[in-house]
T-cell receptor, first 112, second 115 residues
Framework: KNQVEQSPQSLIILEGKNCTLQ??????????LRWYKQDTGRGPVSLTI?????NTKSNGRYTATLDADTKQSSLHITASQLSDSASYIC???????????FGAGTQVVVTP | DTAVSQTPKYLVTQMGNDKSIKCEQN?????MYWYKQDSKKFLKIMFS???????INETVPNRFSPKSPDKAHLNLHINSLELGDSAVYFC??????????????FGEGSWLTVV
């Protein structure tokens, strides 16, 4: 069973609207949680990195939250743009060697 | 300036062949990685090198052999290719090993198709 679960699997939103993606994890011990954006046919690009003590971190229109007690994170996209169409991957570092555990990603499609 | 570059981007080859994917980073990082992304889009680490030394070697068939001539390069050689090796292979780098909270920079990926 994957230790990082993301929901929804896919999402279609209208340009200009907001959306929130969820990430639940069971990785322990926990080191940090990252959100990556992966455009089709490209490599993942880092959006945010949060450690245990951080509850929220923003990168432009992207805001990530972390609740280390419930082992949940969310990524909020504000005023979506067509260029936000991509897969958003939640990655948790922890366990032995600080190994990165990747979620399967949420595919976001922004339509005009 | 491309931070992490890998070649080739696309590779179609027959079963049983041997192929290599090259990777270079110009970020001055100490750690480099190879990841495999399968058809379900999961990224899984294969290897990690820190200053040319192998530090992570996941359960990968020994047909896969990484080589790091210097800390800016990490190449991946695959022997006797099988259909199941078809995937996207990503090279990546970071200043320290993956357990620390530093950013990992990924290359654009190499699409390998074995026929």
């Amino acid at each position: 069973k994957n230790q990082v679960e993301q929901s929804p699997q896919s999402l279609i939103i209208l340009e200009g609207k907001n959306c929130t993606l969820q990430c639940n994890y069971t990785v322990s011990p926990f080191s940090n949680l990252r959100w990556y954006k992966q455009d089709t046919g490209r490599g993942p690009v880092s959006l945010t990195i949060m450690t245990f003590s951080e509850n929220t971190k923003s990168n432009g229109r992207y805001t990530a939250t972390l609740d280390a007690d419930t082992k949940q994170s969310s990524l909020h996209i504000t005023a979506s743009q067509l260029s936000d169409s991509a897969s958003y991957i939640c990655v948790v570092s922890g366990g032995s060697w600080g190994k990165l555990q990747f979620g399967a990603g949420t595919q976001v499609v922004v339509t005009p | 300036d491309t931070a992490v570059s890998q070649t080739p981007k696309y590779l179609v080859t027959q079963m049983g062949n041997d192929k290599s994917i090259k990777c270079e980073q110009n970020l001055g990082h100490d750690t480099m990685y190879w990841y495999k992304q399968d058809s379900k889009k999961f990224l899984k680490i294969m290897f990690s090198y820190n200053n040319k030394e192998l530090i992570i070697n996941e359960t990968v068939p020994n047909r896969f052999s990484p080589k790091s001539p210097d800390k800016a390069h990490l190449n991946l050689h695959i022997n006797s290719l099988e259909l199941g090796d078809s995937a996207v292979y990503f090279c990546a780098s970071s200043q320290e090993t993956q357990g620390f909270g530093n950013t990992i920079y990924f290359g654009e990926g190499s699409w390998l198709t074995v026929v």
